[in-house]
Nanobody, 127 residues
Framework: QVQLVESEGGLVQAGGSLTLSCAAS????????TGWFRQAPGKEREFVAG????????SYADSVKGRFTISRDNAKKTIILQMNSLKPEDTAVYYC????????????????????WGQGTQVTVSS
């Protein structure tokens, strides 16, 4: 069973930056779609960012648009989430996700559309 392994999150001050990466346990793993979700304490898990299978399209939650950037390195089989201008409300457990079910050159926004999930990594932003 392929596993997605996220890099360690961390504690950053408001206004700071942090980069999360996610790699598959098997180098032959080639998902069509990848994305990031997050879950804050007492809240449901929510979509943060996604990238299409071609890598040509990306989409972001309104709350992170202009501050976060998602990218994928197919050669290295990694998914990157660059987070800038972090705010305390960005504090959450962040999850990477991937799907191997082809649906066209689209972006997946719903949890049930993803087959594989990382274990989650804590990001805490202090004010």
């Amino acid at each position: 069973q392929v596993q997605l392994v996220e890099s360690e999150g961390g504690l950053v001050q408001a206004g700071g930056s942090l980069t999360l990466s996610c790699a598959a346990s098997e180098r032959t793993f080639s998902p069509y779609y990848t994305g990031w979700f997050r879950q804050a304490p007492g809240k449901e898990r929510e979509f943060v960012a996604g990238v299409s299978w071609s890598g040509g399209s990306t989409s972001y939650a309104d709350s992170v648009k202009g501050r976060f950037t998602i990218s994928r390195d197919n050669a290295k089989k990694t998914i990157i989430l660059q987070m800038n201008s972090l705010k305390p409300e960005d504090t959450a457990v962040y999850y990477c996700a991937a799907s191997i079910d082809y649906r066209g050159d689209v972006i997946l926004y719903r949890e049930y559309e993803y087959n594989y999930w990382g274990q989650g990594t804590q990001v805490t932003v202090s004010s």
